[in-house]
């Protein structure tokens, strides 16, 4: 069963990607003892379509691994334009 945490960060990293109009929906995000799992396909939304994905990808995991309770963050993702 997860912990509490990770089931509250998880919900906070898909906010954190939708914010910046990466739709995820091709996505699987978990969340184990404060590792963040990201496996599956990213896509920017429509008017977000001209930014460098992976760039922007790396950007949001480096913000997460500084908040309390992220030991690290994983991105095992295809992007897709």
Avoid: W
Wanted: glycine share 4%; charged share 30%; net charge positive.
């Amino acid at each position: 069963m997860a912990h509490a945490e990770d089931v509250a960060l998880t919900k906070q990293v898909r906010r954190d990607f939708m914010r910046h109009h990466i739709d995820m929906t091709l996505a699987d995000v978990r969340v184990s003892h404060g590792v963040v799992y990201i496996r599956g396909t990213l896509r920017p939304e429509g008017r977000n379509a001209s930014i460098d994905l992976k760039t922007e990808c790396e950007r949001i995991a480096r913000n997460l691994r500084q908040r309390p309770g992220v030991r690290d963050v994983v991105l095992d993702v295809l992007y897709r334009t």
